[in-house]
């Protein structure tokens, strides 16, 4: 009787403790977040959005370390901050929150690239300036430097801070980097958004940041439209290669040695990810990492000197050619795709390569697949990539 009675109080206990530890466990995700929704991110690692009763976060996760968020921006409605209504910034990410009022109507962006999605979203009046105007391509952005509604605020590294407080500047967009900061620009409490979507690994994860800027500029569904009809495009190209065997995929080196060091896209990369999608079997895709790798001359000779294929970038105003890849390192004329005349160039100042893989990748994998398999795309146009110019020197 006493033996079965212990057993009852044990029981009871035991019960308790679980019920105990339930209620806790109930009350910590209670804490962990308090959204309303949670927005689905198909393709982008690097940040996550979520709906709250007064705003909306945009989490920003650090590229170098993806178990740490980098910054929180607490999107909030531009007439609550004229009404003077206060907004209650969830507690999940007071730590690190910036609150920006949206929709944001004066920006600057540092790079081309966001120069260029920002106009693709048909917000280039949001535009009041831009670093480095020499690399943009967009004859409309130009066209507002030179005529001043644009201003020129000199190089990213070092713009000049004192027109970007001039300008009123609502926010400024500079992509991060790696124990690099932004100088003076930190200092004059500008928000800076910082467009880590150079670190995806996938072409369509770069191409999805455009619904957080979307959200910033007031213009989610011109945002989601684009993103989502780009993933549309993008599949359907990619299906065309999907079922080619090996043997009927021609082998690819990539771009060329700087100084004493050739930089290899890593397997992982969004770089390697799009050949592959085009029906090519990269020479180092076993080459693990999702950065550049750097190798020798002669490593990448070993390799990839019997490759069937060899495409590069460069930006330079004179077309780049054979006998000025020889020129420049005579070695590059050992390689088969030199000998065979079979090298695709991109020069970035004369297309609109870097404007164009972030919002429009699907044009850049069309322009791969009528390179490996122009059967597929007979009707294709080359639009970045065209065969370099001049015959191969002996």
Request: a positive charge; glycine letters at 8%; hydrophobic letters at 35%.
């Given at each position: 009787m006493k033996s079965h009675y212990s057993r009852n109080?044990?029981?009871?206990?035991?019960?308790?403790?679980?019920?105990?530890?339930?209620?806790?466990?109930?009350?910590?995700?209670?804490?962990?977040?308090?959204?309303?929704?949670?927005?689905?991110?198909?393709?982008?690692?690097?940040?996550?959005?979520?709906?709250?009763?007064?705003?909306?976060?945009?989490?920003?996760?650090?590229?170098?370390?993806?178990?740490?968020?980098?910054?929180?921006?607490?999107?909030?409605?531009?007439?609550?901050?004229?009404?003077?209504?206060?907004v209650e910034i969830p507690q999940e990410v007071r730590s690190n929150a910036i609150v920006i009022p949206v929709p944001v109507e004066r920006a600057v962006i540092y790079t081309s690239v966001h120069s260029a999605m920002t106009e693709q979203l048909g917000c280039i009046d949001r535009i009041v300036g831009v670093c480095e105007p020499q690399y943009i391509i967009s004859e409309d952005i130009l066209a507002r430097v030179a005529d001043g509604r644009i201003a020129d605020l000199g190089m990213s590294t070092a713009p000049d801070v004192e027109k970007i407080i001039d300008l009123d500047t609502e926010i400024i967009i500079a992509s991060p980097f790696e124990?690099?900061?932004?100088?003076?620009?930190?200092?004059?409490?500008?928000?800076?958004?910082?467009?880590?979507?150079?670190?995806?690994?996938?072409?369509?994860?770069?191409?999805?940041?455009?619904?957080?800027?979307?959200?910033?500029?007031?213009?989610?569904?011109?945002?989601?439209?684009?993103?989502?009809?780009?993933?549309?495009?993008?599949?359907?190209?990619?299906?065309?290669?999907?079922?080619?065997?090996?043997?009927?995929?021609?082998?690819?080196?990539?771009?060329?040695?700087?100084?004493?060091?050739?930089?290899v896209p890593g397997s992982n990369s969004y770089v390697a990810l799009f050949h592959a999608d085009a029906?090519?079997?990269?020479?180092?895709?076993?080459?693990?990492?999702?950065?550049?790798?750097?190798?020798?001359?002669?490593?990448?000779?070993?390799?990839?000197?019997?490759?069937?294929?060899?495409?590069?970038?460069?930006?330079?105003?004179?077309?780049?050619?054979?006998?000025?890849?020889?020129?420049?390192?005579?070695?590059?004329s050992n390689f088969e795709a030199y000998r065979n005349g079979r090298i695709y160039t991109c020069n970035t100042l004369a297309t609109t390569y870097y404007d164009d893989i972030t919002i429009h990748p699907d044009q850049i994998l069309e322009d791969l697949i009528y390179i490996y398999h122009p059967d597929l795309l007979p009707d294709h146009r080359l639009k970045y990539y065209f065969p370099m110019t001049g015959t191969p020197v002996r």
């Open positions: 109080i044990l029981f009871i206990a035991m019960l308790l403790v679980v019920l105990l530890a339930g209620c806790r466990n109930k009350g910590r995700e209670g804490q962990q977040s308090s959204a309303l929704k949670v927005d689905s991110v198909y393709y982008a690692h690097g940040f996550s959005i979520k709906y709250y009763k007064d705003c909306i976060v945009v989490s920003i996760r650090d590229p170098w370390d993806t178990l740490k968020v980098r910054k929180n921006y607490v999107l909030t409605d531009k007439e609550r901050q004229h009404k003077k209504t206060p124990n690099s900061g932004y100088g003076n620009a930190e200092k004059i409490g500008v928000p800076i958004v910082e467009a880590a979507d150079y670190m995806e690994g996938h072409p369509l994860g770069r191409t999805e940041w455009v619904r957080f800027y979307g959200l910033l500029f007031g213009c989610r569904d011109r945002a989601d439209s684009l993103f989502f009809e780009t993933c549309s495009k993008y599949d359907r190209l990619k299906a065309l290669t999907a079922e080619l065997p090996d043997e009927q995929k021609p082998t690819v080196v990539l771009e060329r040695k700087y100084g004493g060091l050739w930089g029906g090519a079997r990269y020479v180092f895709r076993n080459v693990v990492g999702d950065g550049i790798v750097q190798l020798s001359f002669e490593q990448v000779f070993e390799q990839a000197s019997d490759a069937d294929f060899w495409l590069l970038k460069y930006g330079t105003v004179k077309p780049f050619s054979y006998a000025d890849l020889r020129s420049e390192y005579k070695p590059y």
